[in-house]
Structure formats: C-alpha cells, structure tokens
C-alpha cells in the first residue's frame, strides 16, 4: 500500500431500503474519502485515492446517483514510457433500479436488456463500485506526454532521448532533409 491509501477504504456500497421508502425527489449525500475500487485487472493503476461526493435521489421506483470523484491514474507516456501522473475527474449519472418492492419484498419485472452493474439487491444494497470502475476505465487519456517536448526513445537502441543521447547514427534517417540542405546551400 502507498501512502496515498492510507486512508481507510470505503465501499461504494449504500443501503437504500430507507430511501425507497421515502417520498420522490428524497435524497442522501455521501462524501467519499477513499473508495474501494479494484482497477488492477483494467489495466489501470491509481496513485491517489479515488474521493469526491455522489447524491442518491429516489426517482419514482428507481434511484439515481449523480456525483463527481476524482484520482490520479499512472500511465505510461506515450513517447517514452516513463510513468506520468494523470489526474482525473469522472461524472457519475445512473439509474439503480431495484430487484425486489421495497413494501411486499416481491421481485420486480425487469427491463429485459437490463446491465446488472445498476440493479439494487434484494438486501437493498446499491453497489456502485462496478459504474466508477467502468468510468475509470474510460476515463483514461488515450495520449499522455511527461512533457510537451517529450524526445522518446530513440528508435533504434531504445535510449530515452531525454535522459540522454545515443550513438546510433540518425543523420541518414530521413534522406529527403539532406538533398533540401544542399539545395539550400547552392542558393
Ligand atoms: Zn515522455
Ligand atoms: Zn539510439
């Protein structure tokens, strides 16, 4: 574990069997300081913990979860593949719909086609962990540079330019630079 997540881990798991009770439009608001999200089988690595707010609100039957949490994802730069620090911000917005009637505990008719990443339990249990894990999936920058004037790595031994330069010879890289000089010069 990092210093970063030396923060207590919250599960982005809320119980809503008291809010399905309620009138529509109640709500709840919960901050989240460090949430429990498994991103290492996504390919991602978070070096901050994942924090910010999300609001429950009951919407006729069903919950809506709107809410802002931010981290910061390690990527690889994309010219010379030193880790980089890539801050971001994901916007949640998804309706939960519940698998039983919060008042008789009867099962519901679900829309057919239904993701069960947004389906509330039986237990009343609204997990919200697998709707950041996607978010944060695409929330990933498909560019990332260390810097703006990033050198790479050299094409041919692999030396990262920026560290240092190497032997190979890249003058003959690119002949059509040399017949421009030349004519150049004879002008
Ligand atoms: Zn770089
Ligand atoms: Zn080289």
């Not at 498909?142 to 810097?147: A, G, I, N, P, Q």
């Not at 692999?158 to 240092?164: A, D, E, F, I």
Request: aromatic share 4%; glycine share 4%; proline share 4%.
């Amino acid at each position: 574990m990092s210093q970063s997540h030396q923060l207590k881990q919250e599960l982005l798991q809320f119980n809503v069997a008291q809010l399905l009770k309620e009138r529509t439009e109640a709500s709840r608001k919960f901050n989240i300081q460090n949430a429990a999200v498994y991103v290492a089988d996504l390919g991602l690595k978070l070096v901050a913990p994942v924090s910010g707010s999300v609001r429950l609100v009951k919407v006729a039957g069903d919950v809506l979860v709107t809410g802002t949490l931010t981290t910061v994802l390690q990527m690889p730069c994309t010219r010379c593949l030193e880790p980089v620090d890539v801050p971001v911000t994901i916007e949640i917005e998804e309706t939960f719909i519940p698998i039983t009637d919060i008042a008789t505990g009867m099962h519901l008719t679900l829309p057919e086609d239904v993701d069960d990443t947004i389906l509330i339990d039986e237990a009343h249990i609204l997990d919200l962990t697998e709707v950041v894990r996607q978010d944060l999936f695409i929330s990933q920058p498909t560019h990332v540079l260390c810097r703006e004037d990033c050198r790479g790595l050299c094409p041919q031994c692999g030396q990262n330019l920026n560290v240092g330069t190497c032997n190979c010879d890249t003058t003959t890289i690119d002949s059509r630079w040399s017949s421009l000089l030349t004519f150049k010069d004879n002008a």
